[in-house]
């Protein structure tokens, strides 16, 4: 076998029926010199009779066995494996489009700056009962350039975890996933982009993101919103000390009960909130947690301060944008979304 040009990383832990769909979708690529590198998580079920049944006839299937330890174990224990200059993120209950492989390589040969590059996907669920994780899937699709992720990685996590391909020297010289409280893909991201690594996405979709009720990141609590706040506050508070000048003052906007207490992540990391900007009347000229809150009309000049955006609702995020830009903020220099 040619050596391979990717090595597409898939840990599973009792992988079910899916299983069999994700590696056939491997199976299927345009781009043929590629590793499948199976990490099995100590399935209970027919994971591994699946995984031996496609390996006697699948030299580019390696499967790697390990007593059952985690997601974060899994991951590394196959970055350490995998042998392609190239790493492609896959989950075991996911699909990849034929072209996926070969346009995310080819995209990274021709963009020697970008470090990881990932895609548009598919939302494999039921759009009507699921329409926020639906809206959601719509907000990362529409983020494309590595200047709209950079601006838009305090939200959330700007791609979904299986739609990625890094180069492998990432991983090694910067270091793989880490064990924690926190999402481990969304804390890699924000650690790799803080030191530098470009990151970008194929204006293509080029896979199905399947969103089965045994996701992760719908049963672990280490994926739950507040979850994310816990994760980002160290970064965004280290940006705030490398972009913003000591002289301005920052304010958060929102004023609610869950904005107040995710804001107290970030003085909990030195960062000194001034006050907060509300559109509530009830809130405004009041001191919430002994910060006085602002409305719209009193928000300096940008000069004088920087705006973080804590809202969480995607309305009250657009709301806080065009106030800002019609002022005259601009975006990742005078103020910044994080919620």
Avoid at 48 to 68: F, M, P
Avoid at 247 to 254: A, D, E, M, T
Avoid at 274 to 292: C, Q
Wanted: glycine share 8%; net charge positive; proline share 6%.
């Amino acid at each position: 076998m040619r050596a391979p040009e990717v090595s597409v990383l898939m840990p599973v832990f009792n992988g079910g029926d899916a299983l069999l769909r994700a590696i056939e979708s491997i199976q299927r690529q345009t781009l043929r010199t590629w590793e499948l590198v199976v990490v099995d998580d100590g399935s209970a079920d027919q994971t591994s009779a699946t995984l031996r049944r496609i390996g006697a006839r699948e030299a580019r299937l390696r499967v790697l066995t390990i007593a059952h330890s985690g997601i974060v174990t899994a991951l590394n224990t196959g970055l350490v494996a995998v042998r392609a200059p190239l790493v492609a993120r896959m989950d075991a209950d996911d699909e990849a489009h034929p072209d996926r492989l070969a346009s995310q390589v080819r995209y990274l040969r021709e963009r020697p700056e970008v470090g990881l590059a990932s895609c548009l996907v598919e939302y494999g669920g039921d759009r009507q009962r699921q329409a926020g994780y639906a809206l959601h899937v719509d907000w990362l699709n529409s983020l494309l350039t590595p200047h709209e992720i950079a601006l838009n990685r305090f939200v959330e996590s700007p791609f979904p975890h299986p739609s990625v391909m890094f180069r492998t020297t990432l991983a090694r010289r910067h270091g793989g996933y880490r064990h924690g409280e926190f999402p481990e893909d969304y804390e890699l991201w924000l650690r790799w982009m803080e030191v530098g690594v470009v990151a970008a996405k194929v204006p293509r979709v080029l896979m199905k993101w399947n969103d089965p009720p045994s996701r992760l990141s719908r049963v672990d609590p280490r994926y739950d919103s507040e979850a994310f706040y816990r994760c980002k506050a160290g970064f965004l508070a280290r940006w705030l000390r490398q972009h913003v000048e000591p002289q301005r003052r920052i304010l958060v906007w929102g004023a609610g009960r869950p904005t107040r207490r995710r804001a107290d992540l970030l003085a909990g990391h030195g960062v000194q909130i001034a006050g907060y900007i509300d559109i509530d009347p009830r809130k405004i000229g009041r001191e919430l947690s002994g910060r006085r809150v602002l409305g719209l009309e009193n928000i300096p000049e940008p000069a004088q301060c920087f705006v973080l955006g804590y809202v969480a609702k995607r309305q009250a995020r657009l709301l806080a944008r065009v106030h800002l830009t019609g002022r005259g903020f601009i975006e990742g220099q005078d103020f910044l979304m994080a919620a």
